[in-house]
C-alpha cells in the first residue's frame, strides 16, 4: 500500500555531511511512524532512529545522538535524516522504513509494515 523511495546517499569524507531525504506515496503519510535503519556489510540491520507521527518524538541510537537529525515534513509526505560529523564506521545501507500506528505522538518498538529500498552511505576516512 505504501510505498517508500530514499535519496540522498553518496560518498563522503569523515566529518562530512549527507541529507538523506524519503518520500512516502500510496498511503496517509501522517498515520504512519517513521523510522531509518541501517544495515551494513556482514552485519545485521539496526535501528538509527524514529519519528512519531506528529514529529513531536524521536528516539536516537546513542552512537548517533548528537550528529544525526530526524524530521518529517507531513505536507510533503517526506522525512529527512541529517547526518554530521560522519564517522567511517556510519557506512552503510540505510533504509527507511513506515509503522502504521494509531498513536499521534510515541512510536511503538514494534514491526515496521514498509520499506524503502535503501540508499548507499559510504564514508572514508
Known amino acids: 500500500q505504501v510505498q517508500l523511495v530514499e535519496s540522498g546517499g553518496g560518498l563522503v569524507q569523515a566529518g562530512g555531511s549527507l541529507r538523506l531525504s524519503c518520500a512516502a506515496s500510496?498511503?496517509?503519510?501522517?498515520?504512519?511512524?517513521m523510522g531509518w535503519f541501517r544495515q551494513a556489510p556482514g552485519k545485521e540491520r539496526e535501528f538509527v532512529v524514529t519519528i512519531s507521527r506528529n514529529g513531536n518524538n524521536t528516539s536516537y541510537r546513542d552512537s548517533v545522538k548528537g550528529r544525526f537529525t530526524i524530521s518529517r515534513d507531513n505536507a510533503k509526505n517526506t522525512v529527512y535524516l541529517q547526518m554530521n560529523s560522519l564517522k567511517p564506521e556510519d557506512t552503510a545501507v540505510y533504509y527507511c522504513?513506515?509503522?502504521?500506528?494509531?498513536?499521534?505522538?510515541?512510536?511503538?518498538?514494534?514491526?515496521?509494515?514498509?520499506w524503502g529500498q535503501g540508499t548507499q552511505v559510504t564514508v572514508s576516512s
Open positions: 500510496g498511503g496517509t503519510f501522517s498515520m504512519y511512524s
Open positions: 522504513a513506515a509503522q502504521r500506528s494509531p498513536y499521534n505522538g510515541f512510536v511503538l518498538p514494534t514491526v515496521y509494515d514498509y
